[in-house]
C-alpha cells in the first residue's frame, strides 16, 4: 500500500485498486522492528527512494524516545499525510479487551484526523481461534474489544494460505457506504525479490476461501456439477480412483470417499432409469407386453 501510494500504481497491479490521488507525504510507525531489518524491507520493496527524498518517514523500535500519537510532534507530520501503525496495538493504552480504553484509542485516532491526516491504516492481530474459523469475519479477525471494530471505516481480513510462497488470502470484511471486491490471492514470492511487490495471484471472485484449493485448481463447484461431470464419465470402463484423479484435476477437490458415494448414487439412477417401469402388481411392464400375451 505504501509504494503504491507513493508511486501512484495501482496496488497488486491492479484497476481494482487504482490510486486516485498521490500522496504527499508517509509515516510509517514500526514500533516492533529495528531499524536494520526494516531497512532490509524497504531494500526488498523499492522504498529507500522514498526514504532518502523524505517523503516517506519512519520511526522504528531503534528510536530513541517512545512518542504516543497524541505528542504534536507525530500530530504536525501527520497533517496531509498518510499514517500507517504497525502493529496498531503498540498503540494502544490500556486493556485491548477493554471497550472502554478501545473508545479512548479511537479518541487518539480520530485527533490524528483532525490533525490532517489524510487516511490511518493499522495492522492487528487476530485471535487464535482464527485458524479453526471457516471464514474471516470482522468478529473474528480482529482481537480484542469489538469496539475496534467498530471504528474502523474499512477492515481486510488477511490469512496465509502457503508459507513457501507467501499466498495471502483478502477479504474484506467490513466495508463502509462502498462496494468491496470479493475475496482475491496475492503471492510475495518471488515477486517481491523480482519487482519489490506483491502479485495477485487469485483475480476476486476466484479464491477458494480461506481453506482454500491447492494452487493452481479453481474454486470447487458444487455437488450439482460434480455429479454432471460423472454422468458424462460414468460408461467409461475405468476404476473410480482413476475417475477420481481425473475429477481433481478438473478442478473437483472432493475426498475419495465422497467421491465413490457420488458414483455409486450415480450409477444406480442410471439402472434404475434404463428398467422398465412397474406396473400396479409390482410387475415389469413393457411397451409390448400385452400383445406377448
Given amino acids: ?78 497533517a496531509g499525510a498518510d499514517v500507517f501503525l504497525d502493529t496498531a496495538v503498540r498503540f494502544f493504552e490500556g486493556d485491548e479487551q477493554s471497550a472502554k480504553d478501545a473508545k479512548v484509542f479511537a479518541a487518539t485516532l480520530f485527533g490524528l484526523q483532525k490533525a490532517g491526516a489524510r487516511t490511518i491504516t493499522g495492522a492487528h492481530h487476530s485471535p487464535k481461534a482464527l485458524t479453526s474459523a471457516a471464514e474471516l469475519t470482522l468478529e473474528n479477525v480482529l482481537r480484542g474489544s469489538g469496539d475496534i471494530g467498530a471504528m474502523l471505516a474499512t477492515c481486510w481480513g488477511v490469512w496465509q494460505k502457503e508459507e513457501a510462497t507467501n499466498r495471502i488470502y483478502v477479504k474484506n ?35 477458494g476461501g480461506k481453506g482454500g484449493l491447492r494452487e493452481g485448481k479453481q474454486p470447487r463447484p458444487d455437488k450439482l456439477n460434480l455429479q454432471v461431470w460423472i454422468r458424462g464419465r460414468i460408461d467409461h470402463p475405468e476404476p473410480v480412483s482413476v475417475m477420481h484423479r481425473a475429477a481433481q484435476a478438473e478442478g473437483f477437490d472432493v475426498p475419495i470417499g465422497t467421491f465413490k458415494n457420488y458414483v455409486t448414487e450415480m450409477r444406480k439412477q442410471i439402472r434404475t432409469a434404463a428398467l422398465p417401469p412397474r406396473n400396479g402388481n409390482g410387475r415389469m411392464t413393457h411397451p409390448d407386453v400385452n400383445s406377448a400375451r
Fill in 1 to 78: 500500500m505504501v509504494r503504491s501510494l507513493l508511486t501512484g500504481e495501482p496496488l497488486f497491479g491492479h484497476d481494482y485498486f487504482k490510486v486516485t490521488q498521490k500522496a504527499g507525504h508517509v509515516i510509517y510507525l514500526v514500533p516492533e522492528v529495528s531499524i536494520g531489518p526494516f531497512k532490509h524491507r524497504l531494500v526488498k520493496t523499492r522504498l529507500m527512494e522514498f526514504v532518502e527524498s523524505g517523503k516517506l518517514l519512519i520511526r522504528t523500535l531503534s528510536s530513541p524516545e517512545d512518542v504516543p500519537l497524541s505528542d504534536p510532534r507525530i500530530r504536525r507530520a501527520a
Fill in 173 to 207: 470484511v467490513k466495508p463502509r457506504d462502498f462496494d468491496p471486491v470479493r475475496p482475491f490471492e496475492i503471492q510475495g514470492r518471488p515477486s517481491i525479490d523480482n519487482t519489490g511487490k506483491f502479485e495477485m495471484v487469485c483475480l476476486p471472485g476466484d479464491s
